[in-house]
């Protein structure tokens, strides 16, 4: 398959799929998560001794998913303003959404996706945001 992107700055997938496909001028990335790409963990978790879940930090986890988006984009040759469109799932909407929010206006004062909020029951690890965006490369005039 043509135009597969692993980035070695962002986590690893935690399933069979690449973390981007770009497909002529789209690129399309898969959810990414706010996993650490140094060693898997999520920033601000915090577990019990059995790896029970206890609290997360939602303004830690926001500023790695940014982070790792923005890894998946560069290794991709896009850049943060080529972002087109940002789907957001959250765990605990009524909890998260302001913060959320708050740190997603801070990365995203020139560029200005289309964004749409979802509140979910789960993620597939224990994290609490994932984003699934869509970027044009080059004039997307």
């Known amino acids: 398959?043509?135009?597969?992107?692993h980035a070695k700055g962002a986590p690893g997938?935690?399933?069979?799929?690449?973390?981007?496909?770009r497909v002529g001028n789209l690129l399309f990335l898969s959810g990414v998560?706010?996993?650490?790409?140094?060693?898997?963990?999520v920033p601000g978790n915090v577990s019990d001794a059995d790896g029970r879940l206890l609290s997360y930090d939602i303004e830690a986890?926001?500023?790695?998913?940014?982070?790792?988006?923005?890894?998946v984009l560069e290794?991709?040759?896009a850049r943060w303003q080529d972002l087109v469109d940002v789907t957001v799932f959250l765990t605990d909407m009524q909890r998260d959404f302001a913060t959320y929010n708050r740190v997603y206006a801070e990365h995203f004062i020139d560029?200005?996706?289309?964004?749409?909020?979802?509140?979910?029951?789960a993620l597939p690890t224990p994290i609490a945001i994932e984003l699934?965006?869509?970027a044009v490369i080059g004039d997307p005039s």
């Open 1 to 5: 398959m043509t135009g597969i992107v």
């Open 13 to 21: 997938a935690v399933g069979a799929y690449p973390h981007a496909r």
């Open 33 to 41: 998560g706010p996993r650490q790409p140094e060693d898997n963990s």
């Open 61 to 71: 986890q926001c500023r790695q998913v940014f982070a790792n988006v923005r890894a």
């Open 75 to 77: 290794a991709s040759g």
């Open 111 to 121: 560029a200005q996706p289309c964004r749409t909020t979802l509140g979910i029951n």
């Open 132 to 134: 699934k965006c869509i």
